[in-house]
């Protein structure tokens, strides 16, 4: 597979989970002025966002040694869930430029890692 590929794919499942995490959150719902999730609706969510966290690993473990996949994993994730973290409360109805900003974070730090790595 390729790296790129794989690289790609691993960014954008780490990204798409770090916000599924953080959409099931009532007070980011209740800002952003869209319903409450039920038990079931949080569930389904958190279920989905783990997939996609491990699809990520996944994609990483494939292209790259068990050891450094497990440390691209952790820092792509740490990137793309503190950016998000720290754009949300700002984001009063820009939702969608918080998850911008936290997708453009994780792509340098991708290919910053993707460039020491390789």
């Known amino acids: ?3 790129i590929v794989s690289y ?6 780490a990204w798409a989970s770090m916000g599924g995490f953080c959409l099931r959150s009532d ?4 800002r952003q002025r ?8 949080k569930q389904r969510y958190a ?6 966290c491990l699809l990520s690993l996944g994609l990483l473990w ?6 450094f996949a497990l440390i691209l994993w952790v820092v792509l994730h740490g990137v793309a869930g503190v950016v998000i973290a720290f754009c949300l409360p700002y984001a009063s ?9 936290s997708a453009a974070a994780s792509l340098c730090s991708l290919c ?7």
Not at 8 to 13: D, F, R, T, V, W
Not at 62 to 67: A, F, I, R
Not at 93 to 101: G, H, M, N
């Open 62 to 67: 494939l292209s790259v040694q068990p050891s």
């Open 47 to 52: 279920y989905g966002a783990t997939l996609l």
């Open 34 to 41: 869209w319903t409450k999730f039920s038990i079931d609706d």
């Open 8 to 13: 790609s794919g691993a960014m954008l499942a």
């Open 112 to 118: 910053l890692l993707f460039i020491i790595g390789v």
């Open 27 to 30: 007070a980011i719902r209740s």
């Open 93 to 101: 109805r820009a939702l969608t430029r918080s998850f911008a900003y």
């Open 1 to 3: 597979m390729s790296l």
